[in-house]
């Protein structure tokens, strides 16, 4: 994976979860709309795991398109998206690209965890609701025993304002309450800010 600290280099954007269904592919879909629309940057998706939504959002949005090109991608609002990527193809793909280059990895694992480190911003997603908080703490733990205390930032869909003070108070680390946005290709301006945070 190419990934240098110029102006002018790719900034690659790793998102993984937890669990699966943490919103990962959701999340993705937004903050590569987000740059598209509102900062005018080149993006590209690519879905790095075996879930197969990039596959159904191609035949959802785009039934009309038949042609299958090299490397399974598509189009949707100028963004590009890229399903069945194995790590092989990254090289290729990011010559390709410009800008920015979002990997969906889905639910966290051992063989994408190299991967996702080497990304110059690195989201974790998950949820500090009562039934599932152990798994997201555990992976902070994890990382922050690694020396990536501060290097990557939280997401949750499911967090008050309190309890985002008392995780930064115990981890010191970032974590960001998701709000609600139904549609990742239509993103309301009040969610702007939690965005621009996540870059």
């Given at each position: 994976?190419?990934?240098?600290?110029?102006?002018t280099?790719?900034?690659?954007?790793?998102?993984t979860?937890?669990?699966?269904?943490?919103?990962?592919?959701?999340l993705?879909?937004?903050?590569?709309?987000?740059?598209?629309?509102?900062?005018?940057?080149?993006v590209?998706?690519?879905?790095?795991?075996?879930?197969?939504?990039?596959?159904?959002?191609k035949?959802y949005?785009?039934?009309?398109?038949?042609?299958?090109?090299?490397?399974d991608?598509?189009?949707?609002s100028?963004?590009?998206?890229?399903?069945?990527v194995?790590?092989?193809?990254?090289?290729?793909?990011?010559?390709?690209?410009?800008?920015?280059?979002?990997?969906?990895f889905?639910?966290?694992?051992?063989?994408?965890?190299?991967?996702?480190?080497?990304?110059?911003?690195?989201?974790?997603?998950?949820?500090?609701?009562?039934?599932?908080?152990?798994?997201?703490?555990s992976?902070?733990?994890?990382?922050?025993?690694r020396?990536?205390?501060?290097?990557?930032?939280?997401?949750?869909?499911?967090?008050?304002?309190?309890e985002?003070?008392?995780?930064?108070?115990?981890y010191?680390?970032?974590?960001?309450?998701?709000p609600f946005?139904?549609?990742?290709?239509?993103?309301?301006?009040?969610?702007?800010?939690?965005?621009?945070?996540?870059l």
């Amino acid at each position: 994976m190419r990934i240098e600290n110029e102006d002018t280099a790719i900034k690659t954007i790793g998102i993984t979860g937890v669990q699966k269904g943490a919103g990962v592919t959701h999340l993705s879909i937004m903050l590569g709309n987000y740059i598209r629309a509102k900062l005018n940057k080149n993006v590209t998706i690519i879905e790095m795991n075996q879930s197969g939504a990039f596959k159904e959002l191609k035949e959802y949005y785009l039934a009309k398109h038949k042609h299958e090109q090299e490397y399974d991608t598509f189009s949707i609002s100028e963004v590009t998206y890229y399903y069945k990527v194995e790590k092989e193809m990254l090289g290729m793909i990011f010559n390709l690209c410009r800008d920015y280059v979002i990997i969906d990895f889905g639910e966290i694992n051992e063989e994408c965890t190299k991967e996702f480190l080497k990304c110059n911003i690195k989201i974790v997603v998950g949820n500090l609701n009562p039934w599932n908080r152990t798994k997201l703490i555990s992976y902070m733990e994890f990382f922050i025993s690694r020396d990536y205390l501060g290097k990557i930032k939280y997401v949750s869909r499911f967090i008050t304002k309190d309890e985002i003070r008392h995780i930064k108070n115990i981890y010191k680390t970032n974590i960001y309450a998701q709000p609600f946005e139904p549609d990742p290709f239509l993103i309301h301006g009040c969610n702007f800010e939690f965005l621009e945070n996540l870059l």
